[in-house]
Nanobody, 125 residues
Framework: QVQLVESGGGSVQPGGSLRLSCVAS????????VGWFRQPPGKRPEGISC????????YYSDSVKGRFTISRDDTKNTLYLQMDKLEPEDAGRYYC??????????????????WGQGTQVTVSS
């Protein structure tokens, strides 16, 4: 059974940092483009970052570019999202996702093959 399990969410003050992790089982992340979706309260999830498996190229949405860093460790079958300089607008539920292709076409994976259950992030003073 394929599982993507996120961790690392929590509550931080504006300007703070969090590092999200996504550990996969039943699927090899090194074979896929993988990324993160963010769902603010009352809104649809949106893709904010993607990293390809073929060349490790990365994509970021304008809202997070320069503040977030996506990375992967294929030896650990794990995806990461380092989030710095967090803002209240960054609050929401963060989902680890995987494509069926090995490359990204932008920050948002068009059709997600696998979803994690998500981890909650709160940013408030």
């Amino acid at each position: 059974q394929v599982q993507l399990v996120e961790s690392g969410g929590g509550s931080v003050q504006p300007g703070g940092s969090l590092r999200l992790s996504c550990v996969a089982s039943g699927v090899t992340l090194g074979n896929y483009a993988v990324g993160w979706f963010r769902q603010p309260p009352g809104k649809r999830p949106e893709g904010i970052s993607c990293i390809s498996s073929n060349d490790d190229s990365t994509y970021y949405s304008d809202s997070v570019k320069g503040r977030f860093t996506i990375s992967r460790d294929d030896t650990k079958n794990t995806l990461y999202l380092q989030m710095d300089k967090l803002e209240p607008e960054d609050a929401g539920r963060y989902y680890c996702v995987a494509d069926s292709l090995d490359y990204c076409r932008g920050p948002e994976i068009p059709v997600v093959r696998y979803w994690g259950q998500g981890t909650q992030v709160t940013v408030s003073s």
